[in-house]
T-cell receptor
Framework: NAGVTQNPKFQVLKTGQSMTLQCAQDMNHNSMYWYRQDPGMGLRLIYYSASEGTTDKGEVPNGYNVSRLNKREFSLRLESAAPSQTSVYFC????????????FGSGTRLTVV | DQQVKQNSPSLSVQEGRISILNCDYTNSMFDYFLWYKKYPAEGPTFLISISSIKDKNEDGRFTVFLNKSAKHLSLHIVPSQPGDSAVYFC???????????FGKGMKLTVNP
């Protein structure tokens, strides 16, 4: 019962570097999401994918791109990292039939220096 | 403009007493409300939810109350236990929107 798996757990980038955050779920969920958590800001939605092949912007999409590779995997890419993107990133998934909320991964702690 | 507000950043209670966590929202289109619990270095975990057609939902020690006219919900934990010490997030969504909106969170500390 892995649920939602995120990799890596920790990452330090230099300003301008690029990287991809990986997320995979094994619950056959249709919808997947990327959130970021900053101190005093709660969780804010970056991008989401309501089904395989579709992606949409959330509240804070600037500086990010996403790919819904298949039903299981949803990746988040930072093309040119900035210090403002230092944050903890959470991936989540949900079935449309699920009234019990989203299942979150354990997070990726990203520091951009 | 913050649509889901948790105005108190922290709460400290004694073990065995009641913890009351409050949440206000501004968007009248929200029709589903959830509470999440988060421990350090872990992802949020679902705790309890309530639909706008109800005013109360109970699950063991946890009860969520919804007052639609006041756009207010609260989470009651009775009795509180030290293991309940965590950050609690209130969240809301409009059905079909695929966008869950979170409050800033509240840190609950339950003292033995």
């Amino acid at each position: 019962n892995a649920g939602v798996t995120q990799n890596p757990k920790f990452q330090v980038l230099k300003t301008g570097q690029s990287m991809t955050l990986q997320c995979a779920q094994d619950m056959n969920h249709n919808s997947m999401y990327w959130y970021r958590q900053d101190p005093g800001m709660g969780l804010r939605l970056i991008y989401y994918s309501a089904s395989e092949g579709t992606t949409d912007k959330g509240e804070v999409p600037n500086g990010y791109n996403v790919s819904r590779l298949n039903k299981r995997e949803f990746s988040l890419r930072l093309e040119s990292a900035a210090p403002s993107q230092t944050s903890v990133y959470f991936c989540a998934s949900r079935s449309r039939l699920d009234t019990y909320g989203y299942t979150f991964g354990s997070g990726t702690r990203l520091t951009v220096v | 403009d913050q649509q889901v507000k948790q105005n108190s950043p922290s709460l400290s209670v004694q073990e065995g007493r009641i913890s009351i966590l409050n949440c206000d929202y501004t968007n009248s289109m929200f029709d589903y409300f959830l509470w999440y619990k988060k421990y350090p270095a872990e992802g949020p975990t679902f705790l309890i939810s309530i639909s706008s057609i109800k005013d109360k939902n109970e699950d063991g020690r946890f009860t969520v109350f919804l007052n639609k006219s006041a756009k207010h919900l609260s989470l009651h934990i009775v009795p509180s236990q030290p293991g309940d010490s965590a950050v609690y997030f209130c969240a809301a969504e409009q059905g079909g929107s695929e966008k869950l909106v979170f409050g800033k969170g509240m840190k609950l500390t339950v003292n033995p």
